[in-house]
């Protein structure tokens, strides 16, 4: 069915505020991924999970970030004490597994524009 | 360390002309290079993609060319269009091991004149 989906679409919040983003990917995609694109710039790999298992978590920019796939399917991206820095669009993306193998193609969500002010 | 450098930065190109997107890219176990194509307020879409055993890939409009020896990759939009109006991503991959993650260039904005 449906692309990969993504709630909320914008989000504001005051700084330190806490947010969460929500990730829905593609049916029966089992790799997922979280990517911050920041104004006028390629998106940049955040973390990757294959099923429930968060096995590369290299690009979180802090301990602020932290991401959750609990039953494998949809996905959480929590910030915690949001900072002015942290304002960027947040990209899901799933792709399917072959092999034990992420398969190249990513399929992206529309994103969440997040601004602190 | 920007793995993946892409110019120009911004490109404006006539109805019916060729754009032309460059990258070039660092690290050498990178062998996947797809192109993404992103409109305002919409995620990245997949364009066309293309892997070092081949030197160029054409779907349609779409052509990339690819220069294994010299570490470099382009995009070459046919007959442009102003529905072609976006912003261009190309993007690198390790397929080999588990760096499944993308490494993007900074993107292309073009702008298709009618």
């Known amino acids: 069915g449906a692309g990969v989906s993504q709630s909320p679409r914008y989000k504001v919040a005051k700084r330190g505020q806490d947010v969460a983003l929500r990730c829905d990917p593609i049916s029966g995609h089992v790799s997922l991924f979280w990517y911050q694109q920041a104004l006028g710039q390629g998106p940049e790999f955040l973390t990757y999970?294959?099923?429930?298992?968060?096995?590369?978590k290299s690009g979180l920019p802090s301990d602020r970030f932290f991401a959750e796939r609990p039953e494998g399917s949809v996905s959480t991206l929590k910030i915690q004490r949001t900072q002015q820095e942290d304002s960027a669009v947040y990209l899901c993306?799933?792709?399917?597994?072959?092999?034990?193998?992420?398969?190249?193609?990513?399929?992206f969500g529309p994103g969440t524009r997040l601004l602190v002010l | 360390q920007q793995q993946v450098k892409q110019s120009p930065q911004s490109l404006i190109v006539q109805k019916g002309g060729i754009s032309i997107i460059n990258c070039a890219y660092e690290n050498t176990a990178f062998d996947y290079f797809p192109w993404y194509q992103q409109f305002p307020g919409k995620g990245p879409a997949l364009l066309i993609a293309i892997r070092p055993d081949v030197s160029e890939k054409k779907e349609g409009r779409f052509t990339i060319s690819f220069n294994k020896s010299a570490k470099q990759f382009s995009l070459h939009i046919m007959d442009s269009q102003p529905g072609d109006s976006a912003t261009y991503f190309c993007a690198a991959n390790d397929r080999g091991g588990s760096n499944y993650k993308l490494t993007f260039g900074k993107g292309t904005l073009l702008t298709v004149n009618p």
């Open positions: 993306a799933s792709s399917l597994i072959l092999s034990g193998r992420a398969l190249e193609t990513q399929y």
């Open positions: 999970f294959q099923n429930e298992a968060q096995l590369d």
